[in-house]
């Protein structure tokens, strides 16, 4: 695979593992207030396929403003973090916790200020992606 967020033409034909460890690179710039680490599972541009990747998102990093045209799914793996929809309030997860992002619903995830965070996250692809990248989450954002 290439870096990631740079998606295949289309999912493996065939079985594929992936070992732990493999493909982990830094997060392209531009998506979130600071650097983080993404292993990327799966990836596709291809409607109706899907595209999967673990983070691991250090203290107090959060992404952009985004949504996915599809619906996203979010499994907290370990650490806590904080999810929030526009318009909503910031929800704190925790490790087992799983969160929905309905399709097209703009919202944001990241480290809680004091702890690392990692989740699992699942998306299918429309019209060639599986998320659209907005404004960085300005500071109040954060609060509580």
Do not use: N
Not at 35 to 57: H, K, N, P, Y
């Amino acid at each position: 695979m290439t870096g990631p967020f740079e998606m295949q033409p289309s999912c493996p034909p065939v079985m594929t593992i992936r070992r732990a460890g493999d493909g982990i690179a830094t997060a392209p710039e531009g998506v979130s207030s600071g650097s983080f680490l993404v292993q990327t599972l799966l990836s596709s541009r291809t409607d109706g396929e899907m595209t999967a990747m673990r983070t691991f998102i250090p203290p107090g990093v959060v992404t952009h403003w985004h949504s996915h045209p599809c619906g996203q799914l979010l499994f907290v793996l370990d650490g806590v973090g904080i999810v929030q929809r526009d318009g909503g309030d910031p929800v704190e997860v925790r490790s087992g916790d799983a969160v929905w992002f309905a399709p097209g619903e703009r919202h944001w995830h990241g480290a809680a200020p004091s702890s690392p965070f990692g989740y699992l996250s699942v998306q299918p692809v429309r019209l060639g992606t599986a998320v659209h990248w907005m404004e960085a989450v300005e500071q109040g954002g954060l609060s509580r």
